[in-house]
Structures are given as C-alpha cells and as structure tokens.
C-alpha cells in the first residue's frame, strides 16, 4: 500500500465513530476484500486521482502480525482518540498511521465476533417476549412420535402401580384412562416438548412414600391439552386459573386458601376478596384435594412458581411464555 493510501486510510478511520467503523468494515468482510485496502481505495474515490504518468510507484501490501496483546493495545489506544480528525493539510504521523493500521487489523482479525456481537446486541433490543406458539412451531416433528410412546408408557406404569397399590380403587384407574386419552395425542405432545417437560414426573416421588398427585395428572392432561389445541373442560381447572390471573391483574396475592374458594363457594373469604374469584361448587371438604391437585399441575407446566409454606402457599403467575399463551386463552 502507497504512502498516500495509508494516509487516507488513517484519516478515514480517525473521522468515523466505531459503530460506523465497525458497519463499514463488517461489509466488506462479507464481500471477502482486505479491510485496509478497501477503506483506502474507497476514501480515494472522493478526491481527485493523480494521473497515470506522474503516479508514485506502488508497493506491495504489508502484512502486520498481531499477537493478542498488541490487538488489545491497539484497540484501546484508537478508542481513546476523538472522535473526529480537524481539518488539517499536515502529512499524518507514523505514530498516528501505525495505530490507524493497527486498528483495522484488529477489527479484521476479530471478525466474525466482534460483527457478530454487535448484531446480536442489536437484535436483542429489538425482539419480542418469546410466545408459546413459536415454541411449538420449534417442535422437531420427528421427536413427536417418541414423546407420544414415552407419554403413554409413564401413564400406563402408573395405572399398574395404583392397581398394585389398591385394585379396588376405580376411581384413581379412571382418571389415568382420561388422563391417556387426553394426554396421548400429537398436540399434547408437542407441549411437553416445547416446554421441555418429561413425562416421568407422573411416575416422580415428591416425598417418601408418595409419588405425584395422581389427580394432579388429571389436571395436567386438562391443561396440556388446552394448550395443544383441544379444551379445557374440569370445571375446577377454569375455576382456579380464572381467579389466579384476576388476583394478579389486581395486584393481589392467590394464596392457598383462595384457591380452595375458587374450588368451592361454601368456603368463606372476604368479600374484598370474593368479588376476584370464580368459584365453583364442589362441597368445602373437598375443596382442598381439588385445588391443590390443579395448583400443582399448574407448577409442573410452569405456569406458576409456589412461595410460603407448604400448609399457607402463595401462588406466583410466572413470567413465561406458556403462562402467557394460558393467560391469552382463557380471555378468548
């Protein structure tokens, strides 16, 4: 590179901020041309070229090696320069060209990280919440099948350990064979992996001697299914996740104990509070095994996070995109 070129080249960088830097440069590493060169011949083109006759012999490029360290002194000794040159008919200084060079070279050698950095910076600024739907667009179809196998395997290992636990308890067998039919279908498998759930947990133990709600899993299908296209149809599901969300949107806490108002209307609350709440009907004995069985559920997809106490939980919607898409659907 001539003399000139270098001269140029170093104005050039000197007159440009670094973000304006670092776009120049990122285009013409993608059109895969030499950086310094480039910026040169560029710079060039918008003052008046010399004739051919009295043109100065040109030399070959010079190729500088950096170790790290002079990369890093070199970058940080051109961001300590303003940010614009003054106007000047003074030749550039060798100091002021070696750290011009040096800087483009640095750049060059960082690419494509350093590009690739402010470009992802950029577009995080600019994204949306993640949603739901996208997520299960992401679903890889060929993985649907085998989450459907795992699906109705966990289901079907938990129906013979119940039936080994207690053959005469029908109803526990019933609300499995729901849970299969709900559960074992494409759209609910797709949620299971968008949300990256394993179906173990219907087989998980919370404590010893007890293995997960087997009503919860009843009400996780009711759900999961909701969310993979189908209804929601158990009435103390739509009572408690109607509640949730209206306690939320007023600022309020959804407790344990409102949770079992949502399941029935014979439990007593304050009517600051009973104006918030959708209630269902079912007696207030039972109001406790219900709630708590769609609460739990609603934490193992992750719509909602628990604090407190296991005897006085506080039920937290949590900021995610299947809470949302719950949300979005019980408006609808």
């Known amino acids: 590179m001539t003399r000139r070129k270098k001269n140029i080249a170093s104005a050039t960088v000197a007159a440009l901020s670094d973000a304006e830097l670092i776009n120049a440069v990122s285009e013409i590493v993608a059109e895969g041309q030499p950086v310094v060169e480039t910026i040169a011949e560029d710079a060039m083109e918008i003052i008046a070229p010399e004739s051919a006759d009295t043109a100065a012999p040109q030399d070959e490029p010079a190729t500088i090696e950096l170790s790290a360290e002079e990369v890093a002194e070199a970058t940080l000794e051109t961001e300590a320069q303003p940010e614009a040159a003054p106007e000047s008919d003074e030749p550039v200084s060798e100091k002021d060209l070696e750290a011009a060079v040096l800087h483009l070279e640095a750049i060059e050698v960082q690419e494509p990280e350093a590009i690739h950095e402010v470009q992802e ?125 209206r306690f939320r949107a007023a600022g309020l806490d959804f407790t344990g104990e409102l949770a079992k108002a949502a399941a029935s209307d014979k439990v007593r609350v304050e009517a600051a509070l009973r104006k918030h709440l959708v209630s269902h009907t079912v007696s207030a004995s039972t109001a406790p095994t219900q709630a708590s069985s769609t609460m739990q559920a609603l934490q193992t997809i992750g719509a909602v996070s628990v604090q407190g106490s296991t005897r006085n939980p506080v039920y937290r919607v949590t900021d995610t995109p299947v809470a949302r898409k719950i949300e979005e659907l019980l408006a609808a």
């Open 121 to 245: 910076e950029q577009a995080e600024g600019n994204n949306e919440p993640e949603t739901f739907d996208a997520m299960l667009d992401a679903v890889d179809e060929e993985e649907v099948d085998t989450m459907l196998h795992a699906i109705g395997k966990e289901i079907d290992e938990r129906a013979d350990f119940e039936k080994w636990k207690n053959e005469d308890n029908a109803n526990i067998q019933r609300t499995l064979k729901s849970a299969r039919q709900k559960m074992v279908r494409p759209g609910v498998a797709r949620v299971l992996l968008a949300a990256n759930i394993d179906p173990a947990f219907m087989n998980g133990s919370r404590h010893d001697g007890s293995r997960y709600n087997v009503y919860a899993i009843g009400k996780f299908a009711d759900i999961a299914s909701m969310l993979g296209g189908g209804a929601l149809t158990n009435a103390i599901n739509i009572a408690c996740m109607k509640s949730l969300f």
